[in-house]
């Protein structure tokens, strides 16, 4: 034989072994389960300080199985080929809507669920009481969407898109394709009860979505239907009390207030209100917590919600300006004008306290960017002016509060009553 043929065919063979060895150790790294001790994002308040935590999360970094989305990542069968799937309830499936979540049930008597909507962040919290173990992990956490089936930890694969801004300009970006996955990513936590020798676990899953969570069991798994909030809540609305945690807004001259706490009790008085009313209503934060601007807005236009006010505070360098102003962008969505919610709001609130009208503000682009990148009819509110000595001090008795929060829901229910007649 040729001598250049047997050492080409040598060369392929050594080329061919790398391969093989290469893929081998991928899967096994793909497969391996990492158990850390911290870097879990949003749990520092779901898990005791005083407790050991098993973590497993899930392996985004994938680069050396790109080519094997399909094959190995990303798992497009039936249930019935997964072990962990093989008593699985497919008439109950087919029951059910086309998008759902199926977590295999660990071992435990009289088990406890409890689901969080974490919609600011598109998450949803599970918290299972009573386990004998915790052998559950991303394995047994099963997706479907559509006619696709996926387990164990979600995979995607980084696309670079380019949006044209202007002639002039453009802007890449890399944007991650999940193959439909509705999930992102996974993170199971658990800990051990030293009086009752029983395991708790939480189960943090990102969806690529907020979605209205739907629970059913069987013996053997939770099946959690995943629904548009439109399909599932006849009315939604979205409230926003602006600033908050690092961010204080505005304050006042004597530095003693601070316009994320005015925003806040605002905004807690209105939910006193808006909880007897049969109205989903999604809050951009309930607590002191920092919040960016992007996921306020997102949220709302995630949701698709009927309307989305935004609750906040004035002020200026002079003490003279006071009382309240309506801010709106001139839009109009489903057959809404904002400008017409924006007048509701503003005639609703003055029925309701005494301090001066200043009426309605059309803002221009890039002034205000929740409203600006609103694709829902919203509306940003101020409710007066901590600069002004009238105003603040009206604002800082608690009676006043709950006048403001009076106004403002007649104004929201005004609304509905003129756009969403039943």
Request: proline fraction near 2%.
């Amino acid at each position: 034989m040729d001598k250049s043929l047997l050492k080409k065919a040598a060369v392929q063979s050594v080329a061919l072994m790398l391969a093989v060895i290469t893929l081998s150790y991928a899967i096994r790294q793909y497969n391996a389960v990492t158990i850390l001790a911290s870097d879990i994002q949003n749990t520092e308040d779901m898990i005791p300080s005083d407790k050991v935590m098993i973590i497993e999360k899930a392996n985004h970094q994938l680069e050396t199985l790109s080519d094997l989305n399909n094959q190995v990542a990303v798992k497009q069968s039936v249930f019935g080929e997964n072990k962990d799937f093989k008593d699985i309830d497919m008439e109950l499936v087919k029951q059910l809507d086309n998008r759902m979540l199926i977590v295999k049930k660990p071992q435990g008597e009289n088990i406890t669920i409890q689901m969080e909507d974490l919609y600011i962040t598109k998450s949803i919290l599970i918290t299972l009481w009573g386990l004998d173990n915790t052998d559950l992990h991303n394995g047994m956490i099963g997706r479907l969407n559509q006619d696709k089936v996926y387990v164990g930890s979600p995979y995607y694969t980084e696309i670079e898109s380019t949006q044209n801004i202007s002639s002039e300009d453009a802007n890449t970006e890399i944007i991650r394709d999940y193959q439909g996955d509705p999930a992102h990513n996974i993170t199971v936590t658990s800990w051990l009860d030293e009086l009752t020798k029983k395991h708790t676990m939480q189960i943090l899953i990102e969806m690529d979505n907020v979605y209205a969570h739907i629970l059913h069991e069987d013996d053997a798994y939770y099946y959690i239907e995943l629904k548009n909030p439109k399909e599932h809540y006849n009315k939604i609305l979205v409230i926003d009390a602006g600033h908050g945690g690092k961010d204080a807004g505005a304050i006042s001259k004597d530095e003693k207030t601070y316009e994320k706490e005015i925003n806040l009790n605002i905004v807690l008085a209105l939910k006193q209100l808006l909880d007897k009313e049969d109205i989903k209503v999604y809050y951009t934060r309930l607590t002191d917590e920092t919040r960016f601007l992007r996921p306020r807005v997102t949220l709302a236009n995630a949701v698709d919600s009927d309307f989305f006010i935004s609750i906040h505070c004035n002020a200026n360098d002079v003490t003279s300006p006071n009382g309240t102003e309506i801010l709106y962008y001139d839009n109009e969505f489903k057959n809404i004008k904002t400008k017409e919610l924006a007048q509701i709001m503003s005639e609703e609130l003055a029925k309701s306290i005494p301090l001066k009208n200043r009426g309605l503000i059309k803002k221009q682009k890039d002034d205000i960017f929740i409203l600006e990148h609103a694709v829902v009819p919203a509306a940003l509110i101020e409710v007066g002016y901590l600069s002004n000595v009238k105003d603040i001090s009206y604002l800082r008795k608690n009676e006043n509060i709950q006048e403001v929060a009076r106004g403002i829901y007649n104004g929201i229910m005004r609304a509905y009553e003129e756009y969403y007649p039943e």
